[in-house]
């Protein structure tokens, strides 16, 4: 695969995932919570499908968690198929058009209720298959596309840099999600036309399309460089149980996917319950959770850069558990909003909350990026196995597996039996046990980004 040769291509290229990231997060965020009125304080009329619990509550809660497990364990084999895969086109480029395509096609559907009744089992049945095929297909997606990470990039600055780029465009669609769509539902916009009102941003993932440059791998076992490149880049295919036994194998990365579940356990349940928690637990109107959004994801370029800093001089542990302690207070603080009856002191102590956990979701945006590609790169090296996507495949399983327990079972649960007060409270101690955890990471790891102390002067 032909190289990104500067800034600005890595720039253009880490844009290609904002859209299909954004689809995700109206669904994961809104729509998801939208087809229940249970939590929702202000605007629920315009929060929901219809103003009515139009699945039954109980049974959805299962079928999220399944849905978000299954795409998990599907991505392991479609990993192994796209790191392997042959045509004309190359290996990437088919598998993230097809992915595209599906997660576009089971998007719109996901819109559209079979019935409006209360409690509708077909409803649930319905929601529950469209929200597995459009995890499924955007899965396929977006961990091919990261697995170009590492074959698209010079070097390991490369990979920094387009990670960095990357974390500053998930800030973007962060932004446009949690801040501007409450700014849409205040001004009396029902979800489901803001859902349709950002759709177009999905085709930024016809990006890749144009700038992978991989001749066909339809006739033989090697990826060549362009003729534009002096040198051929040769890689061997293995398949895809070897692929997974490999991986398995590695001792580092495994105890980095254990970090990256814990993380994602917190990280995704603040992602879904924060709108219910601002409406339903301290009655905040639309545009105040616009603002208090504002400030958790604003400051993140800022944010990021000193997290860089800190990494460059200490190494990624230190500026991880710094990462983690900003979050960690941050959710602390928010829960401690709800000891005060005082609305404007809230929604003051909810901002200042919103700024410190900016510390830590620039961070947390970011990780999720480099270290699979560097694991890959360091396969590649020793050995000449080039199977990036199944690295990236094995993480994304874990962000399901735990994505699923914490929004599907546990955020549900709690939000339908009144205890969604208590959302900061499991956010802050699953940050906490992936704190505890990157004191033992590997040696690989906890150097990563690391400058030399003379590269300063």
């Known amino acids: 695969m032909k190289k990104l040769s500067n800034k600005k291509q890595l720039l253009i290229y880490a844009l290609s995932a904002l859209g299909v990231n954004m689809l995700n997060l109206i669904i994961g965020t809104y729509l998801v919570e939208a087809l229940m009125v249970e939590g929702f304080g202000e605007g629920v009329e315009y929060w929901t499908y219809f103003n009515v619990t139009i699945v039954s509550a109980a049974l959805w809660s299962i079928f999220v ?10 991505d392991i084999p479609l990993a192994g198929i796209a790191d392997n895969f042959k045509s004309r086109w190359g290996r990437r480029r088919p598998f993230i058009l ?3 395509i599906g997660t576009i096609t089971f998007y719109v559907l996901f819109l559209f209720p079979l019935v409006k009744d209360e409690g509708s089992f077909i409803n649930t049945i319905w929601f529950g298959i469209i929200l597995a095929l459009f995890y499924i297909f955007y899965n396929l997606t977006i961990v091919t596309y990261y697995a170009t ?9 490369d990979k920094i840099i387009l990670s960095n780029y990357k974390s500053i465009f998930d800030v973007i669609y962060f932004v446009l999600g949690y801040a501007l769509i409450p700014l849409f539902v205040t001004f009396k916009i029902n979800i489901r036309i803001i859902a349709f009102i950002f759709l177009p941003l999905s085709l930024t993932m016809i990006i890749p399309l144009f700038m992978i440059k991989e001749r066909s791998t339809k006739k033989n076992n090697e990826v060549e460089e362009t003729k534009k490149e002096p040198e051929k880049e040769k890689f061997r295919q293995i ?17 980095w996917v254990v970090l990256f579940m814990l993380l994602q356990f917190g990280l995704q349940m603040f992602m879904a319950g924060e709108n219910v928690y601002f409406s339903g637990v301290l009655n905040f109107e639309g545009y105040k959770i616009t603002l208090i959004t504002a400030t958790v994801f604003m400051p993140v370029p800022f944010t990021l850069m000193i997290y860089r800093k800190i990494c460059a001089r200490l190494g990624f542990k230190f500026g991880f558990i710094y990462s ?23 929604f003051i102590m909810a901002l200042v ?28 090296k020793k050995t000449g196995i080039s199977h ?10 874990a962000a399901s597996i735990t994505g699923a327990i914490s929004s599907g079972i546990v955020w549900i649960n709690l939000r339908n039996n009144d205890l969604s007060w208590i959302l900061g409270i499991v956010v802050a101690s699953a940050t906490f046990l992936a704190m505890i955890i990157a004191l033992f990471l590997p040696k690989e790891i906890n150097n990563f980004g690391k400058i030399r102390k003379d590269s300063y002067e």
């Open 98 to 100: 097809f992915g595209l």
């Open 65 to 74: 968690t399944a849905a978000k497990i299954i795409n998990g364990i599907i």
């Open 388 to 397: 990036s996507a199944m690295y990236f495949a094995v993480q994304t399983l």
């Open 324 to 346: 983690a302690i900003m979050f960690i207070s941050a959710m602390v603080l928010m829960t401690l909003c709800i000891l005060f009856d005082d609305n404007l002191l809230r």
């Open 149 to 157: 990470f590492a074959e698209i990039t010079k070097d390991e600055g």
């Open 239 to 255: 398949g895809v149980f070897k692929s997974i036994i490999i991986t398995f194998k590695n001792k580092g990365f495994l105890k």
């Open 353 to 380: 909350a919103g700024f410190i956990a900016s510390f830590g979701v620039g961070a947390f945006l970011s990780v999720g990026y480099a270290i699979p590609s560097i694991y890959a790169q360091m396969d590649y």
